[in-house]
């Protein structure tokens, strides 16, 4: 393989040098031959053909070190300019293939290469950076996912070794079996909310803009929570403006309104409240959920609409970390925006503002 190789450099440097070659004769015979004839005929010179054949002998041995001289200045220009960057790309690209996504191709002097290369490389480390923040985000999505689903698992099959017990109570049998389930309802949760949040994320689900009134929208997702709020002991304020009427995907943006809502009660303690305001404007609407809850920190507060992310690592409050996480990418994707608000031990306020058309 490496003498192959050696014979088709040898066979490329000797296409070049003949290109060369010819180039250069033809540009050297012609202007020779037009100058001579000039020069002859004005100074009246008669050509012999003993002056004539000392001259094509000078003449072409000028050509064949011309030919040599220019052939070498192109092979160092395309090692400088062409075959250095192509080997860097290659290498680089070689590199991605084995899954090393931090490689990076160094920048090039300008005037040792040509314009397109600089396009290439530019274009090949915006690739490469996009390809490592997906890789980061893919391994940490598996390992959340794989963490999220231990844990109801692993509850599951702890209540359902229990449950084999002869002489269990009515009770304990009850009890057993509504931690089974719980595990269950939960793992279902979580399966479905990543299904949403990837047809969200690859742009499956396509908005279907209708006109509702977004007061009424957001009394009845409220009012699926009458339960957990009464047996909580957790006090509600409302405070809705009336007619506001938006153009957007109702069935997107109840599930915004259901997660800020479910997120509002489970943080509450006993005695809090959450209070919902809906103000308007002529072109946007917004919608304030604050709750008196635990609060949260400015650093949880910058993570807190990523995949899987939850500021309680011991996991004591239910969830898997997508629910906000779903919230923005609805919220993005009806170009509207989001923003927290939060103070450790005060509660949290989330702001949504959306166009009404």
């Not at 037009?34 to 010179?45: R, W």
Request: proline share 2%.
């Amino acid at each position: 393989m490496s003498r192959r190789n050696s014979v088709k450099t040898v066979l490329k440097a000797l296409n070049r040098y003949l290109i060369f070659f010819l180039l250069v004769a033809f540009v050297i015979t012609c202007s020779t031959m037009l100058f001579v004839s000039v020069l002859a005929s004005t100074l009246e010179i008669t050509l012999t053909e003993e002056t004539i054949g000392a001259a094509a002998k000078i003449t072409f041995w000028n050509v064949v070190l011309l030919s040599l001289l220019l052939t070498i200045l192109d092979h160092i220009r395309r090692k400088l300019t062409v075959e250095r960057p192509v080997r860097q790309i290659v290498r680089a690209a070689n590199a991605m293939v084995q899954g090393d996504f931090s490689v990076r191709i160094p920048k090039q002097m300008k005037f040792a290469s040509d314009e397109t290369f600089h396009q290439v490389i530019d274009c090949f480390n915006k690739m490469a950076e996009e390809l490592a923040g997906v890789e980061t985000l893919r391994t940490d999505f598996i390992a959340n996912v794989s963490h999220e689903m231990k844990t109801p698992l692993a509850v599951m099959q702890n209540y359902g070794t229990l449950l084999q017990a002869p002489d269990l109570s009515e009770a304990q049998r009850m009890e057993y079996a509504k931690g089974v389930s719980d595990g269950a309802r939960r793992m279902a949760e979580m399966m479905t909310n990543i299904l949403k949040l990837n047809r969200l994320e690859n742009q499956q689900i396509y908005p279907k803009a209708a006109q509702f009134d977004l007061g009424e929208q957001i009394c009845e997702c409220l009012l699926q929570f009458e339960d957990v709020w009464e047996g909580a002991g957790i006090g509600i304020e409302t405070d809705l403006a009336e007619n506001v009427t938006v153009t957007a995907d109702a069935e997107l943006l109840s599930l915004v309104w259901n997660n800020l809502f479910s997120n509002a009660f489970k943080f509450t303690p006993r005695g809090g409240t959450v209070r919902v305001s809906l103000t308007a404007t002529e072109n946007h609407a917004t919608v304030i959920v604050s709750d008196t809850g635990c609060g949260m920190s400015p650093e949880v507060g910058a993570r807190i609409f990523d995949k899987f992310y939850q500021a309680d690592p011991s996991r004591s409050v239910q969830g898997n970390g997508l629910g906000l996480a779903l919230v923005k990418r609805v919220v993005d994707i009806l170009q509207g925006e989001i923003c927290v608000e939060s103070t450790v031990g005060k509660g949290s306020t989330f702001t949504v503002t959306i166009g009404r058309c």
